[in-house]
């Protein structure tokens, strides 16, 4: 199968950065696509920033800007820079990816991390 591991989070000061990386691994064959979600307490699970295989990319309103999602094929991962960060970015980000895995035939599944704490002091 597939795990998804998220490194990256910790605490920054208003304004300051952070890019979070999130490696898969396991019975992969590719990638189709890769998103950060975050999830902040009382509040929903909201998609951050999604990438294609092909390398298109949608973001939240509310983090055009300032964050940018990247991936690199060849290691199964995916980035998120997130720049001049805002006490309202404080939450758990979570990696997601819909994964071609290695089976005859081939199926598509979906996979999420542990997630990774980021919080932001104002």
């Known amino acids: 199968q597939v795990q998804l591991v998220e490194s990256g989070g910790g605490l920054v000061q208003a304004g300051g950065s952070l890019r979070l990386s999130c490696a898969a691994s396991?019975?992969?064959?590719?990638?189709?696509?890769m998103a950060w979600y975050r999830q902040a307490p009382g509040k929903q699970r909201e998609l951050v920033a999604r990438?294609?295989?092909?390398?298109?990319?949608n973001y939240a309103d509310s983090v055009k800007g300032r964050f940018t999602i990247s991936r690199d094929n060849a290691k199964n991962t995916v980035y998120l820079q997130m720049n001049s960060l805002k006490p309202e970015d404080t939450a758990v980000y979570v990696c997601?990816?819909?994964?071609?895995?290695?089976?005859?035939?081939?199926?598509?599944?979906?996979?999420w991390g542990q997630g990774t704490q980021v919080t932001v002091s104002s």
């Open positions: 997601n990816a819909l994964v071609r895995v290695i089976t005859t035939p081939f199926r598509i599944s979906e996979y």
């Open positions: 396991g019975s992969i064959f590719s990638i189709n696509a």
């Open positions: 990438i294609s295989s092909g390398g298109s990319t």
